[in-house]
């Protein structure tokens, strides 16, 4: 095993050991991963989404949203010289980081304007105990349901998303099902609306999207295939035209996806499945891009220049130091990376549009770091720090 795999194997145990609802047999599956596939280590045990960012590498686990940044030597993204909260005041909130029974929790989604949607983290290691509504003004919570765990649950209460009033969400049981619940936002009982069979030949499939949309859930498996099933229930339907790839941001789909064998780069072609338009990323001679959103990509140039620019090629913006993050840039604006020369000394927020940066705050632990917490639309990231939660909605930045 090289250095650099050690490494990745070593910081997906540590983040395991700490990261919330991460499946129960994830740890086995990915040693099983690495023994019988030791020419795919370097993309870090293939069960876990690995993206190589730069000269240094993020670690994001599935059925978690705990993200660890392990830059290599080298000047990483210029550190911010204001900290978040005095350069976007409007958009930083803080709030306990425990729920009313002293459990952690975490944000999952905006249900309005002013009230979260919060998971509540168990007792059992990766398991997830109930949701709440969270009311950003008043700072109350109001518990909406426990989250079931039937017999045989090895993944607890992933990809939340709120639509149609309700909330939805997927666990997994050991005979490889994805199980799809709903429970109303006024509160109830919650109950599974669909089964999903998983393709077990690679070791730990899953679901790597799922969404409310127009009263259905729209979701998308790690091996490649968007679905939808009623809210209400039903039968699970193939998307016309999504074979093979991977929920992005409704409407739009796109593959590679990014789990599994390495392919390129993640969402380097993508389709509106609405109206039939098809993107694809534009690649210079040379030139690597490592991430793709909706409209940003991330790249570097042959002579190592970090980049930022329009999938048609456009636009582009370039930025110093390497870029340490495992997101897309969200709202064709924004970005996370974590700065510093040789060891990660922290991490920041970062603004294309206007120049401007504010610092998380983030400690950096060793050769690691941890990225906050991204929700599924784009607009809020979240970490803690302490006893405190900090929220920063992005919506709010003008």
């Not at 518990?143 to 969400?169: E, H, L, M, S």
């Not at 809210?231 to 996806?257: D, Y």
């Not at 609405?274 to 991430?291: D, F, K, M, N, Y």
């Not at 970062?350 to 990225?371: A, V, W």
């Amino acid at each position: 095993m090289t250095e650099v795999e050690e490494t990745l194997r070593r910081t997906l145990g540590q983040a395991a050991e700490q990261a919330p609802r991460l499946p129960a047999l994830l740890p086995q599956r990915l040693e099983r991963v690495h023994r019988r596939r030791r020419q795919r280590a370097r993309i870090a045990l293939a069960t876990a989404a690995v993206v190589l960012i730069g000269a240094g590498a993020g670690v994001v686990l599935r059925g978690g949203d705990t993200i660890t940044a392990v830059p290599a030597s080298g000047q990483n993204t210029e550190a911010p010289a204001k900290q978040v909260d005095k350069v976007w005041p409007e958009a930083v909130r803080k709030v306990s980081a425990k729920a009313p029974d002293g459990a952690p929790w975490r944000p999952q989604a905006f249900i309005d304007d002013r009230t979260l949607l919060m998971e509540a983290q168990g007792g059992k290691a990766g398991s997830t105990d109930a949701v709440y509504a969270y009311d950003l003004d008043t700072g109350t919570p109001r518990k909406i349901a426990d989250v079931p765990a039937p017999k045989g649950t090895v993944g607890f209460g992933n990809g939340f998303a709120v639509g149609g009033g309700q909330v939805a969400w997927w666990t997994e049981t050991k005979d490889s099902v994805a199980h799809l619940w709903t429970v109303p936002l006024d509160g109830g009982t919650p109950k599974t609306v669909a089964d999903q069979r998983l393709d077990t030949t690679d070791d730990g499939s899953g679901i790597d999207g799922l969404a409310v949309v127009n009263d259905k859930i729209v979701f998308s498996l790690y091996t490649g295939g968007v679905f939808t099933v009623p809210l209400g229930g039903g039968t699970v339907e193939p998307v016309q035209g999504g074979a093979g790839m991977h929920l992005l941001a409704w409407p739009w789909i796109g593959a590679p996806g990014r789990g599994g064998e390495p392919q390129g780069t993640p969402y380097a072609r993508i389709q509106n499945v609405e109206t039939g338009e098809t993107r694809t990323a534009v690649t210079q001679p040379g030139e690597e891009l490592r991430l793709c959103g909706v409209t940003i990509c991330l790249g570097r140039t042959a002579d190592g220049t970090t980049f930022f620019r329009h999938r048609d090629g456009s636009s582009q913006k370039n930025v110093p130091g390497f870029v340490n993050s495992a997101y897309q840039p969200v709202q064709d604006r924004f970005y996370v990376s974590s700065y510093g020369a040789g060891k990660p000394e922290g991490v920041g927020l970062y603004d294309l549009e206007t120049g401007k940066s504010g610092d998380l705050r983030i400690p950096g632990e060793g050769n690691s770091i941890r990225l906050p917490a991204m929700d599924s639309t784009g607009r809020m990231l979240s970490y803690p720090l302490g006893d405190d939660l900090y929220l920063i909605d992005l919506s709010k930045i003008r």
